[in-house]
T-cell receptor, first 120, second 116 residues
Framework: AQTVTQSQPEMSVQEAETVTLSCTYD???????LFWYKQPPSRQMILVIR??????QNATENRFSVNFQKAAKSFSLKISDSQLGDAAMYFC?????????????????FGSGTQLTVLP | ETGVTQTPRHLVMGMTNKKSLKCEQH?????MYWYKQSAKKPLELMFV???????ENNSVPSRFSPECPNSSHLFLHLHTLQPEDSALYLC???????????????FGPGTRLTVL
């Protein structure tokens, strides 16, 4: 079974500065997807960024980028030019690539989350 | 309405009550999910429905009973719950159930359930 670990329960960053959230995972699979979700106080879980394991290039979405280290099984999220609206709980998640018979492909495995505070 | 909606947003119930949570998706997806989010714990997958058929049940107690009458609606019927069932219940939908790129899960805002 896959596991996802977020070792930083809480982080803070000054507005306009850059912050990096850590995520490590454990899997024996070679093909999979990794995601970062954001959950603001409204509780709506929002997809921030995704990465396909077979792609070496790190995914980027505007101010959000990842550092994907497949050999180290590490998937960190970098937020540049932090804004007050970035304050939220951030979850790292793993999903298997495809399996017509295995239920694991249907399931997102989440880490325990990192609460990010943005200081004005 | 767009995306995934859930009602009610907040629910307080006694241990002997029967209530239902409702989820509706307006994305044309054919797979729907129930997750439980408890404090200080990762999200836990409860049920998966694909084309109105339940395809996964992650050892959820029978006091939780899901229902998927069509691909746009998903219910979670609750009866004789315990205080430890208090949590945020999140609904999600996706285009399919395989772990493909285009099967990302989109989440609703959740129902905050308190069991007294």
């Amino acid at each position: 079974a896959q596991t996802v670990t977020q070792s930083q329960p809480e982080m803070s960053v000054q507005e306009a500065e850059t912050v990096t959230l850590s995520c490590t995972y454990d899997t024996s699979e070679s093909d999979y997807y990794l995601f970062w979700y954001k959950q603001p106080p409204s509780r709506q879980m929002i997809l921030v960024i995704r990465q396909e394991a077979y792609k070496q290039q790190n995914a980027t979405e505007n101010r959000f980028s990842v550092n994907f280290q497949k050999a180290a099984k590490s998937f960190s999220l970098k937020i540049s030019d932090s804004q007050l609206g970035d304050a939220a709980m951030y979850f790292c998640a793993y999903r298997s690539f495809y399996s017509p018979t295995s239920g694991s492909a249907r399931q997102l495995t989440f880490g325990s989350g990192t609460q990010l505070t943005v200081l004005p | 309405e767009t995306g995934v909606t859930q009602t009610p947003r907040h629910l307080v119930m006694g241990m002997t009550n029967k209530k239902s949570l409702k989820c509706e998706q307006h994305l044309g997806h054919n797979a729907m999910y129930w997750y439980k989010q408890s404090a200080k714990k990762p999200l836990e997958l409860m049920f998966v429905y694909s084309l109105e058929e339940r395809v996964e049940n992650n050892s959820v107690p029978s006091r939780f009973s899901p229902e998927c009458p069509n691909s746009s609606h998903l219910f979670l019927h609750l009866h004789t719950l315990q205080p430890e069932d208090s949590a945020l219940y999140l609904c999600a939908s996706s285009q399919g159930i395989a772990g493909g790129k285009y099967n990302e899960q989109f989440f609703g805002p959740g129902t905050r359930l308190t069991v007294l």
